[in-house]
């Protein structure tokens, strides 16, 4: 007998609900793929509001992606953009990370390379693992991609516990650092689960890695079943613009591109490809964006001390902090009356927590103002 709890889709859960409920279906939906999906932050839309809720950077991208948009060419738009690996864009990103092409994978997005590599690297019968508190998109892939899984608690101060992951199972998906504690796992750990998981793919989601933590990808030379997931979407501001990419070894590089092209040969459009090489290229400008905001998130830390938040030690674009009096549901709607966005889930652990997105320090001074009247008097306590 199987140890493995085997997770039943959210889904089928539903069905069944709402099957009991006697809410009427129509026989077409007996035999659909049903999911609950993933749900982002709000996006208010024309309003002059504080957005400190989806980790967006504040800062615009890099000069030469403004100079570069105007020169887009006109003509190459009627063309199909060329695969992503033969683009400037591939040349600039391995030149930067200082590997070869065929260790690389660009797609639209982080989510879009996460998606894929789900589809393709986790066909085991034996369960993903990844850890209870994390990115909320994992579990919806596994639901969709019908790959069983199994999620591990996080200790007591959100870290992620390496002994976990030694258990046989189907491959092994964590960021690092993690989301949506802002928790950077030390090299050494995150090598000793991708070494105790040699028979599976291990990904590293890096999505925050380059506000201030080490990146893993030197172990791509060691570890054939590694694969390091990045994106332009944070620290080089280029959210809108769907740029992710993946490093690893060429041979499982290369069954990522099987599969993507057997989905959909093109994906990264000709404007995203074009810009993206601009922000690779400016690596002053990118350095000097992610000190901005380390600095600035230092600054919050010492704010939201004062103002009786505590948090663990974040290394992402954001801090994942509670307040020792006040709960994060008040404070989540009464920021939102002032037109200040964070990010508050509705989830057990985590309800008491909210996710505060490091903005420019003109927008965190704002912030620090609306939390001095809603958390008042319970200030200051330290
Ligand atoms: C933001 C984020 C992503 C996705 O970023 P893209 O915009 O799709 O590149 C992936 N993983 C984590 C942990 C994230 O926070």
Not at 106 to 126: E, H, N, P, W
Not at 236 to 254: F, Q, V
Request: glycine share 6%; with cysteine; net charge neutral.
């Amino acid at each position: 007998m199987s140890a493995w709890r085997t997770i039943r889709y959210r889904a089928e859960q539903e069905a069944e609900r709402s099957a009991k409920k006697g809410i009427e279906r129509m026989k077409w939906e007996d035999n659909i793929r049903k999911i609950t999906p993933y749900t982002p932050g709000e996006q208010p839309n024309g309003r002059n509001v504080i957005k400190l809720n989806t980790n967006e950077n504040p800062y615009p991208p890099a000069p030469g992606v403004a100079d570069q948009l105007v020169m887009l060419n006109l003509d190459q738009m009627r063309l199909y953009p060329a695969f992503p690996e033969q683009t400037k864009l591939a040349e600039a990103l391995a030149k930067h990370y200082q590997i070869q092409k065929d260790q690389l994978f660009i797609g639209v997005g982080s989510d879009d390379v996460l998606s894929l590599a789900f589809m393709t690297f986790f066909q085991s019968k034996r369960p993903v693992f990844f850890p209870d508190i994390t990115y909320s998109f994992y579990d919806v892939w596994a639901d969709l991609y019908r790959i069983p899984y199994e999620t591990k608690a996080l200790d007591e101060n959100f870290c992620i516990r390496p002994e976990d992951y030694r258990q046989p199972n189907g491959g092994v998906v964590f960021p690092n650092p993690n989301a949506p504690t802002g928790v950077l796992m030390d090299l050494r750990q995150v090598e000793e689960i991708i070494e105790a998981n040699r028979d599976v793919v291990v990904i590293v989601d890096e999505a925050y890695i380059d506000f201030g933590g080490i990146s893993c990808l030197p172990l791509i030379r060691k570890y054939d079943n590694l694969l390091v997931v990045q994106t332009f979407s944070k620290s080089r501001s280029m959210a809108g613009m769907r740029i992710g990419y993946a490093m690893g070894n060429p041979k499982l590089i290369g069954y990522l591109n099987d599969v993507k092209y057997a989905v959909n040969s093109y994906t990264l459009n000709y404007a995203a490809l074009q810009l993206g090489v601009e922000a690779v290229k400016d690596e002053a400008y990118f350095r000097e964006n992610c000190d901005k905001i380390v600095t600035t998130r230092r600054h919050a830390e010492e704010a939201l001390r004062r103002l009786g938040f505590v948090f663990p030690k974040s290394y992402g674009n954001f801090i994942f902090a509670s307040h020792k009096v006040v709960e994060a549901r008040e404070i989540f709607e009464k920021l939102k009356e002032n037109d200040i966005y964070v990010r508050w889930w509705n989830k057990k652990g985590i309800d008491n927590y909210l996710r505060i997105t490091i903005g420019t320090e003109e927008q965190m001074e704002a912030l620090y103002r609306a939390l001095e009247k809603i958390c008042g008097q319970n200030s200051n306590l330290r």
